[in-house]
């Protein structure tokens, strides 16, 4: 067990080092000089040069590399030309608004995905699973954005249940703690502000999780399928369980191994997709915040971004070895080498994960 | 030696390349249906701009967000300019634009696949680390960054999805020759003396690539969806372009007034979306015999 996570914890830095390597190559290739967003936009020449000398632009490649890495291991991912703001306390205040989304939308992933997939799996080839089937590479079809748009046309523009964008209603404010708009209205016992905060978050909620409900589904179906043929399901019918106890307690439990990986990887991807959301939507957040960054071509924001993404994707992916090492007991044991780990990741279907990075 | 004969039976050359496109018995309707529109979407593509009844660039204020009618199926944007043209135009350019990244990152991800599976102990670990960082973004995020990095504009959109579409691959081809390294033929070839290389590209890596190409229809909706995501937050295809994702970026102001300009090429990238996806999951299945039992 401990040779599993201290493995997992290496590969976890190598990347971590790596995204270093890849953005620096990035801070290279920008257009843009970052002397000169540091210095302002009126400074003379020898500003330039000095601001250049002082973050060390005007050394070899090879020398600026460590100083950029040692500068991240300190959280300083530069100036934001646009905010003329350190980059990482533009995406701190941006970022709880994007948790909130996301965690959100997989509030509604895992509660539509679920119950589909073991539904499915349990009726395998019935008309049921055929109409899964269906829902779910449809899921994996449709444009994120767009699917944005097309639910304010018809549940904000025609119908007006929903409101079309922002995070409250015109006028209404909560005290910022936690950032999280819903959040913090419940904190400042306002029952109202929270409706109207939720209410302003189910529709990006649900466009953000269309994408990756697909990929859920057809993981919990196809593991539910195979853990449901396997000889311990059958010893617990014979034993007389009754058949919602065989597929929930004995089945579904061992079926969310490999379940559990994916939603760990979906986070990072669904604070990727925040990028199509919430410009959509109108609602703060890091996707909003990465898109105007290119827009502007403010440098060091954009890749404080991909990096901050990137570190909270390996994060999540620590968090779903700790969860598989309660989840499969297999892994608990002494000497659980990743030999034995390896069976639990089979019934990921390589070929749906791919899909879900839209 | 029961788990090699085993391997051989399922994965080697078991399938003729004759029965790989015979008419599918086991074809339900929707996946007939989804072929279907899947190559009409390619003949689109193909001869698009000869079937378009107007120029899809030409500014008309005078008809501009006109409802959809029986000149403009699909109505015109707030420029006049015909949707359903424009739609006809933009399947060129948004599955070129796929079909360029999936080869590319085929092609990256095959030979760097091999050379991991082939090349030793130390080679595979460095570009599996490689590959490791590469997945360990959202494609779009790095897509986002690369695409700033070379300034907005769909060529740079579709050069960032190739440098951050092939990990995956390389990841796919390396297990898939690892397989097939191991099977009995590839060790008759070469006990017979076949030389390395031929090894590779005549017996290793036409037998590894049935996956590889299910794999790649399946990718065909995920780059298409990418790139229009690009094209709509403004680093892809720029807005006056025939490029669906950058239609519906340019319409979405008028969402409430003009629906028509942000449904259409939205149908158009879910339409094509969808058929590949299912085309794909139905190759997926005929290819692989170990799950043929489990869908009826």
Redesign the interface.
């Given at each position: 067990m401990a040779r599993f996570l201290l493995r997992r914890l290496v590969t976890s830095v190598v990347v971590l080092f790596g995204l270093g390597v890849v953005t620096f190559l990035m801070s290279q290739v920008l257009p843009g000089d970052p002397a000169r967003a540091a210095a302002g936009r009126n400074a003379t020449a020898e500003q330039v040069a000095a601001v250049s000398a002082r973050l060390g632009l005007d050394k070899p490649v090879w020398e600026q590399f460590p100083a950029y890495l040692g500068n991240l291991l300190h959280g300083d991912l530069g100036t934001s030309v646009f905010t003329q703001r350190p980059v990482l306390s533009d995406i701190g205040d941006a970022l709880p608004s994007s948790l909130e989304l996301v965690l959100a939308a997989m509030l509604i992933n895992v509660a539509i995905a679920v119950p589909l997939g073991v539904y499915a799996a349990y009726r395998r080839g019935r008309a049921a699973d055929v109409a899964a089937r269906l829902i779910v590479l449809f899921g994996a079809g449709v444009p994120v954005f767009w699917l944005g748009l097309m639910l304010q046309l018809v549940f904000a523009d025609r119908l007006g249940a929903l409101p079309l964008t922002g995070q409250l209603g015109f006028g209404r404010e909560v005290p910022s703690i936690t950032g999280m708009t819903s959040v913090d209205a419940l904190l400042s016992g306002d029952p109202a502000a929270f409706s109207d905060a939720v209410s302003h978050l189910v529709l990006p909620a649900v466009t953000l999780a269309a994408a990756f409900v697909a990929v859920v589904a057809r993981t919990v179906r196809s593991s539910m399928i195979s853990v449901l043929d396997s000889d311990y399901i059958t010893l617990a019918r014979a034993t007389g369980a009754s058949e919602w106890r065989v597929v929930i307690r004995h089945g579904l439990r061992n079926a969310l191994v490999p379940v559990s990986t994916i939603l760990g990887m979906q986070l990072g991807w669904m604070l990727g997709s925040t990028v199509l959301v919430e410009s959509v939507f109108g609602r703060r957040g890091i996707g909003a915040y990465a898109v105007n960054a290119v827009l502007q071509n403010d440098l060091y924001a954009v890749i404080g971004t991909v990096l901050v993404i990137g570190v909270v994707f390996v994060l999540a992916n620590i968090v779903v070895d700790v969860v598989q090492l309660w989840l499969n007991p297999r892994l608990r044991q002494p000497g659980g080498s990743r030999a034995s780990a390896a069976p639990a990741a089979e019934p990921v279907e390589p070929g749906v994960v791919e899909g879900a990075a839209t | 030696m029961k788990t090699a004969v085993a391997d051989t039976v399922e994965r080697g050359p078991a399938v003729p390349r004759r029965r790989r496109f015979a008419p599918a018995g086991r074809a339900?309707i929707?996946d007939r249906v989804a072929l279907a529109i899947a190559g009409l979407m390619v003949l689109i593509a193909l001869v698009g701009p000869l079937l378009a009844p107007h120029d899809p660039y030409s500014v008309n204020l005078g008809q501009a967000l006109h409802a959809p009618s029986a000149d403009h199926w699909f109505g015109t944007d707030a420029n006049g300019r015909d949707i359903f043209s424009r739609v006809l135009y933009g399947a060129r350019v948004s599955l070129l634009a796929t079909v360029i990244v999936i080869a590319v990152a085929t092609l990256i991800g095959t030979i760097v696949g091999t050379l991991a599976a082939l090349g030793g102990r130390v080679a595979d670990e460095v570009l599996m680390?490689?590959c490791?960082?590469g997945l360990?973004?959202?494609?779009?995020?790095?897509a986002?960054?690369?695409?700033?990095?070379?300034?907005?504009g769909l060529r740079s959109a579709v050069i960032a999805l190739c440098l951050t579409w092939w990990p995956?691959y390389a990841?796919?081809v390396r297990t898939l020759v690892r397989d097939v390294r191991d099977a009995e033929y590839v060790e008759a070839a070469r006990t017979l003396g076949v030389s390395t290389p031929r090894l590779v590209f005549r017996h290793v890596l036409p037998n590894s690539l049935d996956t590889l190409y299910?794999?790649t229809t399946?990718?065909v909706?995920?780059v298409m969806?990418?790139i229009?995501?690009l094209s709509?937050?403004?680093?892809g295809a720029q807005v006056p372009s025939a490029e669906w994702?950058a239609m519906?970026a340019g319409a979405?102001g008028n969402?409430?007034n003009g629906?028509w300009a942000?449904?259409f090429p939205?149908l158009a990238?879910?339409l094509t979306?969808?058929s590949?996806?299912?085309v794909?999951?139905w190759l997926?299945v005929r290819n692989d015999p170990t799950l043929r039992g489990?869908?009826?």
């Open positions: - | 339900s929707v680390r490689i490791d960082i360990s973004l959202p494609a779009i995020i790095l986002l960054g690369l695409a700033a990095a070379l300034g907005p995956g990841r796919l299910v794999q399946l990718d909706s995920a969806l990418v229009s995501g709509f937050v403004g680093v994702g519906i979405a969402l409430t629906w942000v449904v939205g990238i879910m979306a969808v590949f996806n299912l794909g999951d997926r489990r869908r009826s």
